[in-house]
Nanobody
Framework: QVQLVESGGGLVQPGGSLRLTCAAS????????MRWYRQAPGKQRELVAI???????NYADSVKGRFTIARDNAKNTVHLQMNSLKPEDTAVYYC???????????????WGQGTQVTVSS
C-alpha cells in the first residue's frame, strides 16, 4: 500500500509563514508529479502548485510569488513553503501524487488526508 501524510498546518496571523510537508511511504517504485490542492469551506478544491519529477513547477495565480513547492526525491517528500499568508489562504490543504507501485508499471493517483491552514488575526 501507499500512503501520503501531510503535516505542518496550523493557525498563523496574516503576513506570516507556514511550511507544509507531505511524505509518501509504502511500496513505491517511483513518484512522478506531486501537487498541493486546497479546499476552502463552501468552495471547490483547487490546484495550488505542481512539481514534476525533474523539478519543473507551476502555481495558481493567487499564490505566485508567495508560495514555493519543492521536493526531495530520495525521501519521497514534497513541501509547500507559504509566505505572506492572507486570510483567503485559509483552507484544508491536500497533497496529491502520481505513483508507480512496486511490481507494477501503472501510474496511480494518491491523496493525503489533508491539513488545516487557518490565517487569522
Amino acid at each position: 500500500q501507499v500512503q501520503l501524510v501531510e503535516s505542518g498546518g496550523g493557525l498563523v496571523q496574516p503576513g506570516g509563514s507556514l511550511r507544509l510537508t507531505c511524505a509518501a511511504s509504502g511500496s513505491i517504485r517511483s513518484t512522478d508529479r506531486m501537487r498541493w490542492y486546497r479546499q476552502a469551506p463552501g468552495k471547490q478544491r483547487e490546484l495550488v502548485a505542481i512539481i514534476t519529477s525533474r523539478g519543473t513547477t507551476n502555481y495558481a495565480d493567487s499564490v505566485k510569488g508567495r508560495f514555493t513547492i519543492a521536493r526531495d526525491n530520495a525521501k519521497n517528500t514534497v513541501h509547500l513553503q507559504m509566505n505572506s499568508l492572507k486570510p483567503e489562504d485559509t483552507a484544508v490543504y491536500y497533497c496529491n501524487a502520481d505513483i508507480v507501485k512496486l511490481g507494477t508499471k501503472d501510474l496511480e493517483g494518491y491523496w493525503g488526508q489533508g491539513t488545516q491552514v487557518t490565517v487569522s488575526s
